[in-house]
Structures are given as structure tokens and as C-alpha cells.
């Protein structure tokens, strides 16, 4: 079942302070939109909150407090964490894996474990999925393996189905 509800001047600054630590232009964006709105949905192993701004979906956040930009957002606005990734990584991304070591070909920003990371394809510069960082860039850039960011929401996943339904 999902819910559907305009945010309270008092929530929308709650959010906007949240979303400042995230992604200040993500921030903005949300401070000058003339409606926010929060869509409430339970999915098999986790409740979300989508946020939309004048109907736009950009900020999530999961039952255990993550919040991260949603996939719209990292295609409107800068994001200051990214790691490109090769051609061979993206089907398995597309398909919910965890983003590897070796599928890296290059980091931008200095973000540290636990961080929210955009995942871009490196053959096209587009945003692929949002992770959570394990390792922090330097540890990125130093090993040769291990999973280095966790798949939160890739293209085509159920949020992204989600996106479509509520237009």
C-alpha cells in the first residue's frame, strides 16, 4: 500500500537540514520547490520514504534512516561522490551487485566509509546506481579487490518502477 501526503513547513526544514549533509544542491533544490511531497511504500524487507519536489523523486530515505539522492536527482544535479565504473561492471550493477574494486576506473571526491557514493557508467558519464561506500577513496584507490560500495538503488530496480507509477 502506499501513502501520499504533503510535508509541514516544520518537516520540509527537518528535511532540508538532513538532505544539507548529503548534497547541498540537492538541499536547495528542495528549499525553492513550491511542494514537497512524501511518498510512503513497504516493500518486502524494507519501508522507504520518497521525497518528491514539485513531483520530482529526489531524496530516499529506508525504514533504517538511510538517506541518500535518488537516481533523478543524480541526473539533475552535481553530485560531489562518484566512482566510474567499466563496461563490463554496469550489467552486473543494472542487476543489483555490489560495485567491485576492479570495476573502478576512477573516484571523484574524497569521501570516507560510509558515505553515499553515484556509480557512473564511464563510457557515458550517466548515473548508473547509489551505494554506500565500504572503503573510503583512498582505500579504493590502493586495493586491487574487494567490494568497495554497496547497491542501494540502481536503474530499474522497484524504486525505479515506483518513479514511473506515481507520475
Given at each position: 500500500m502506499i501513502q501520499r501526503h504533503l510535508l509541514?513547513?516544520?518537516?520540509?526544514?527537518?528535511?532540508?537540514?538532513?538532505?544539507?549533509?548529503i548534497s547541498p544542491k540537492l538541499a536547495e533544490a528542495l528549499k525553492k520547490a513550491s511542494k514537497i511531497e512524501v511518498i510512503?511504500?513497504?516493500?518486502p524487507n524494507?519501508?522507504?520514504?520518497?521525497?518528491?519536489?514539485d513531483e520530482i523523486p529526489l531524496v530516499v530515505e529506508e525504514s533504517?534512516?538511510?538517506?541518500?539522492?535518488?537516481?533523478?536527482?543524480?541526473f539533475m544535479y552535481e553530485y560531489?561522490?562518484?566512482?566510474?565504473?567499466?563496461?563490463?561492471?554496469v550489467k552486473h550493477i543494472l542487476r543489483g551487485a555490489d560495485v567491485m574494486v576492479p570495476g573502478i576506473t576512477k573516484v571523484e571526491g574524497e569521501f570516507e566509509r560510509n558515505k553515499?557514493?553515484?556509480v557512473y557508467s564511464e563510457s557515458t558519464s550517466k548515473p548508473l546506481a547509489v551505494c554506500l561506500a565500504l572503503m573510503s577513496y583512498k582505500e579504493i584507490l590502493e586495493h586491487e579487490k574487494g567490494r568497495a560500495l554497496k547497491n542501494l538503488h540502481y536503474l530499474g530496480d522497484k524504486l525505479c518502477k515506483l518513479y514511473k507509477s506515481i507520475k
Open positions: 509541514s513547513k516544520k518537516d520540509r526544514k527537518r528535511l532540508v537540514t538532513k538532505v544539507q549533509d510512503k511504500v513497504k516493500f524494507v519501508k522507504v520514504r520518497l521525497f518528491l519536489a533504517d534512516k538511510l538517506m541518500y539522492p535518488s537516481l533523478v536527482a543524480l560531489p561522490f562518484k566512482a566510474f565504473v567499466d563496461q563490463g561492471a553515499i557514493v553515484g
